[in-house]
């Protein structure tokens, strides 16, 4: 592995059944990030972990839920899914130092019918 | 509310040069970033600009005025490689991004 993975790369999902996306780093990146990206819309933040063991929310948080219980993994659950959390979703971390410049995985598209 | 502004959409010639603007309204300010973007893919850092001026790094530039809330991108000798959404993003006071939607550029030969 080099970078960030990310898995499923695609899915399509019934509302109301739980997804996990899974996000997994080898840099030893200390925050991490999920983001959401919609057509016409930037980069919303759903959740982040500044260090392992600690999560905040971000600007759309409802609905999601992530753990931090290593460095290297950030999985986002989605408990009860929604045809409006139909979207592609991006890992980022990010190293130490003042341009704080994010390395993203590949992204997960996610489709809720 | 925080607000970035970059057009939705450019097109440019192979060889020329664009610039892609981006206005910035953002509680506090802890800098300034581009990213590239292919379809399809993760974005990819290109540039940050904490202080007023132009940072130039190979065929792509950026510039920065904090007092005017501008930020723009240049990109000199275009490929066709170059044809991808740019994202303008500001870290706010709580060191948090607040992202554009993307300028989508389009290269023609």
């Known amino acids: 592995i080099a970078g960030i993975t990310q898995a499923p790369t695609s899915q399509i999902l019934a509302a109301g059944r739980r997804m996990t996306l899974r996000c997994t780093q080898d840099?030893?990146?200390?925050?991490m990030y999920w983001y959401r990206q919609d057509l016409g819309l930037g980069l919303r933040l759903i959740h982040y972990?500044?260090?392992?063991?600690?999560?905040g929310k971000g600007e759309v948080p409802d609905g999601y839920s992530v753990s931090r219980a290593n460095t290297d993994d950030f999985p986002l659950t989605l408990a009860s899914a929604v045809p409006s959390q139909t979207s592609v979703y991006f890992c980022a971390s990010r190293p130490g130092g003042d341009t704080g410049e994010l390395f993203f995985g590949e992204g997960s598209r996610l489709t809720v019918l | 509310g925080q607000n970035i502004d970059q057009p939705t959409e450019m097109t440019a010639t192979e060889g020329a040069i664009v610039q892609i603007n981006c206005t910035y309204q953002t509680s506090g300010f802890n800098g300034l970033f581009w990213y590239q973007q292919h379809a399809g893919e993760a974005p990819t850092f290109l540039s940050y600009n904490v202080l007023d001026g132009l940072e130039e790094k190979g065929r792509f530039s950026s510039f920065l005025s904090r007092s005017k809330g501008y930020s723009y991108l240049l990109l000199k000798e275009l490929q066709m490689k170059d044809s991808a959404s740019y994202l303008c993003?500001?870290?706010?006071?709580?060191?948090?991004?607040?992202w554009g939607a993307g300028t989508k550029l389009i290269i023609k030969p």
């Open positions: 840099m030893r990146h200390n925050a």
């Open positions: 993003a500001v870290r706010d006071s709580n060191y948090q991004l607040i």
């Open positions: 972990s500044n260090t392992a063991g600690t999560t």
